[in-house]
C-alpha cells in the first residue's frame, strides 16, 4: 500500500527535476503503444469496439503490470526500502507541474522576444493550430492550458493516487494519454477514441471540479469557484471548463472561443466576460496558484493515505484479535 513516504518522494523529485528529457518516461511508452494499435485497428469496420477494446485493454493492463511490479519488489530483502523509493519514482513520473509550469513561463519570455517565437512555444504544449494565433491568444491558450493541466497533470494523478495507489494512478496516465491522442471528435478518431474519450471524461469528472475548489481556496476566494461552477458547464469539455473557469475569475479575464485543431475548426464557448489584454504578471500569478494549489492537494493526499493506513492497520488488528 503507498505511503505518504512514496508520495513526498515522488513530488520532491518533480519539484527538482520536472520531466527528464534524458531518462525513458512511461508515458512515452504509453504513446508508443497507443500509436501502434491505432495505426493498425483504426480502419475499416467496427471501430468503435476495437477502440474501446485497445482503451479498456491498456488501462488494465497499466493496473496489473504496476500492480505485479510493486508486489514483486516487496518481495525482496530490503522490500520496504525498494518499494518506497520504486513507488516514488512511479509517481514522479506521473506528476507533472513542474514541468508545465516551466513551458508555460518560457511561452511568456519567447512572446516577449517575438511573436513566431511564442507560437512556436506555445504548440508545445497545446493541441490547437498555432500558426496564425495573435500574441493575445498566445497568452491565453498557454494559461488555459496551464489551468487544465493542473487538474489533468497534478490533482487528477494524486486524486487516484489516493484512491487505487501508485497501480490506479500509472492506470489514470493511461487513461489521460489515450484521450489526448485519440480522443478526438475529428474523422479520424470520433468512433476509434469515443471509449477513451468517455472513460478520461468519467476519471476527471471529480478532479476537475475538485481543481476548481483548491484554486479557490488557494486565491482565498468563495467567488471563484462560484464563478468555476458558472462558466465550467457553457466548455464543450464536461471537464476542462471548471479549472480554466477557476482561473479566469481569478485573473479577471476571458478565456475560451473557436480553435483550429487538426484543420477543423472547433467554436469553443468563452469563459469570462472581460476581454482584457493579459500579461506577463497574470502568468505569475497563475502559477502562484497553480502551485499553491498542488500543495493543498500533496497534503490532502497524504491525510487520505494516512487514514487508509489507520483503517487497514485496525482491521488486522481486529482480525488477530478475533483469532
Not at 33 to 53: D, V, Y
Amino acid at each position: 500500500m503507498t505511503n505518504v513516504v512514496s508520495l513526498l518522494i515522488g513530488w520532491v523529485l518533480d519539484l527538482l527535476f520536472g520531466d527528464p528529457a534524458r531518462l525513458p518516461h512511461p508515458i512515452v511508452w504509453f504513446g508508443k503503444a497507443i500509436a501502434f494499435f491505432e495505426h493498425r485497428l483504426n480502419k475499416g469496420s467496427h471501430r468503435k469496439l476495437k477502440g474501446a477494446l485497445v482503451a479498456i485493454g491498456l488501462i488494465i493492463f497499466v493496473y496489473v503490470s504496476t500492480w505485479l511490479l510493486l508486489w514483486s519488489i516487496s518481495l525482496s530483502h530490503y522490500s520496504l526500502l525498494i518499494s518506497h523509493l520504486a513507488e516514488g519514482v512511479l509517481i514522479f513520473f506521473c506528476l507533472a507541474g513542474t514541468t508545465l509550469i516551466r513551458e508555460v513561463r518560457e511561452v511568456f519570455l519567447a512572446l516577449d522576444r517575438s511573436l513566431d517565437e511564442g507560437r512556436r512555444q506555445v504548440a508545445r504544449i497545446v493541441g490547437r493550430d498555432t500558426s496564425e494565433l495573435s500574441a493575445q491568444e498566445v497568452r491565453t491558450a498557454a494559461l488555459e492550458t496551464l489551468a487544465e493541466n493542473l487538474s489533468d497533470g497534478v490533482i487528477a494523478p494524486l486524486f487516484w493516487l489516493a484512491i487505487l495507489g501508485v497501480p490506479g494512478m500509472m492506470a489514470y496516465k493511461m487513461v489521460n494519454t489515450l484521450d489526448s491522442m485519440i480522443g478526438y471528435k475529428t474523422e479520424r478518431y470520433k468512433d476509434f477514441g469515443c471509449w477513451a474519450a468517455h472513460i478520461d471524461d468519467v476519471a476527471n469528472y471529480i478532479p476537475a471540479r475538485l481543481t476548481a475548489l483548491l484554486m479557490a481556496v488557494a486565491a482565498l476566494s468563495l467567488s471563484t469557484f462560484r464563478f468555476s461552477l458558472k462558466y465550467g458547464r457553457k466548455h464543450a469539455s464536461p471537464n476542462s471548463g471548471y479549472p480554466e473557469a477557476a482561473l479566469a475569475g481569478i485573473l479577471n479575464c476571458r478565456f475560451g472561443g473557436p480553435h483550429y485543431y487538426f484543420g477543423q475548426l472547433f467554436d469553443k464557448p468563452y469563459i469570462g466576460d472581460n476581454d482584457r489584454e493579459l500579461t506577463t504578471a497574470d502568468m505569475r500569478i497563475a502559477v502562484r496558484i497553480n502551485r499553491l494549489a498542488e500543495i493543498l492537494m500533496v497534503f490532502l493526499t497524504a491525510f487520505c493515505l494516512i487514514i487508509k493506513e489507520i483503517w487497514i492497520f485496525n482491521c488486522l488488528f481486529v482480525s488477530l484479535q478475533a483469532v
